[in-house]
């Protein structure tokens, strides 16, 4: 679907996550932030629904880039990490990704659920695309949550896990 100078579609036939919002005529950082802060609404609806939006072919080279298309997106991004992984900071906002040497994965996992606050969005860039390899995982979650064994979810709620609450979105709750 083209909508206000982006194309918007997914990765994958009948699997909404993540949608991906392509630049169609106009690629430059100032037209995205342009389009994230007039798009607001939109964001978070599709953030709440589907769960990851990626954003492809936009002029988005530096931390700083990055920073400043992501505070239209949320304006009240963090300016702490309190994470486990080392990481280095870039921007005021902007840290690198966990620092492992490239043949060691990482896990799925849910970011940050061990923490008191946790994030409610988090977001990704890709500065530098790795020679060969090199993805970012995505699942949802909730859905995990939901194909889960019934007796599991049980077990979990009366030992006094809270992985729900960070699962589902603040509305289902």
Known sequence: MLTDGVLVTTLRPNEPLPMVVHAHNETSKIFLKTWCKNHKDFIESKLYDVGAILFRGFDIFTPEDFEEVALQIHPQLHTDYIGTSARFRKT???????????????????????????????????????????????????????????????????????????????KCL
């Open 92 to 170: 005021e906002h902007v840290f690198t990704s966990a620092e492992l040497a490239p043949p060691y994965p990482i896990p799925q996992h849910c970011e940050l659920s061990y923490a008191k606050n946790y994030p409610s969005i988090i977001m990704f860039a890709c500065m530098i695309p790795p020679k060969t390899g090199g993805e970012t995982p995505l699942c949802d979650s909730r859905k995990v949550y939901e194909d889960l064994d019934i007796k599991i979810r049980d077990k979990w709620e009366k030992k006094g896990i809270t992985l729900l609450e960070k699962l589902l979105p603040p």
